[in-house]
């Protein structure tokens, strides 16, 4: 996809796996909307990026808040025809590791699945409108190894790992419900890479980690199948 003249949004902007994403869109020409949870964190990493001559701007929403969502939708809609890419990539693993299923506390739980899952959700539901309006548009929807159920259980992080399952089904439920639209939908396994999120110890660089959002964002979409769980740009196994 030529990204010259086109409109990219991306939760939790600001930092990352978020921003770096960003500065690699803007680079390749598009428009990026960067939504992050507090106005004056997107202000910050829009000014980072306008420094270097890209084009983005800085938007308020909270993923965790459906009213933000609902305001950031209203707003863009307003200014907006239609909108090319969609990355929600806003997350959050705040679970103690030696959390289990019989010790979970159900708040944490709830949060966490507010923000990986719900957030997910009704950001696809509130921009299909926009998105629709594209002669070629991207959903790309973060998840994680540690969703699978097709391999051996690979870690702790009961209440991220569920909320990740249900990201890909939302993934696999919506591809078919697009299926007649020209909006592709794909979620992806970035891998385990030096973000606060991840730690220092994690395996991949920023820019390993994005490589495969960005290619789902820009590859022609003959090469792409709608609905598939992706890393390192071969589908996985749900």
């Known amino acids: 996809m030529e990204l010259k003249g086109k409109t990219a949004l991306i939760t939790g902007a600001n930092r990352g796996l978020g ?5 690699k869109l803007a680079s390749m020409g598009a428009r ?3 939504a992050c949870r507090k106005k004056e964190d997107a202000e910050k990493a829009v000014s980072l990026l306008a420094s270097r001559g890209l084009d983005a701007a800085a938007k308020q929403a909270d993923v965790e808040n459906p009213a933000d969502i609902e305001a950031l939708s209203a707003d863009m809609s307003g200014s907006l025809k239609s909108l ?6 806003a997350g959050v693993n705040s679970e103690p590791m030696g959390t289990t299923i019989e010790n979970i506390d159900l708040k944490l739980f709830e949060k966490i699945m507010n923000i990986n899952l719900r957030g997910a959700l009704y950001m696809c539901s509130k921009f299909i409108p926009l998105l629709k309006n594209s002669p070629d548009a991207r959903i790309i929807n973060f998840s994680s190894g540690l969703a699978q159920l097709s391999v051996p259980r690979m870690g702790p992080f009961p209440s991220y790992s569920i909320s990740k399952t249900g ?6 439920f919506l ?3 697009l299926k007649e639209t020209n909006v592709k939908v794909f979620s992806v ?5 030096k973000t606060d ?3 220092p110890n994690a395996m991949l660089e920023i820019s390993e980690g994005i490589d495969t959002p960005i290619w789902l964002a820009t590859a022609p979409a003959e090469d792409l199948k709608s609905g598939c769980f992706y890393k390192e740009r071969k589908v996985l196994g749900w």
């Open 19 to 23: 921003f770096a994403m960003s500065e």
């Open 32 to 34: 990026v909307f960067m």
């Open 175 to 177: 591809a078919e419900e």
């Open 167 to 172: 990201v890909n089904q939302l993934t696999w």
């Open 197 to 199: 999120m991840g730690g």
């Open 84 to 89: 090319d890419i969609l990355i929600n990539n």
């Open 189 to 193: 396994d970035p891998g385990w890479v």
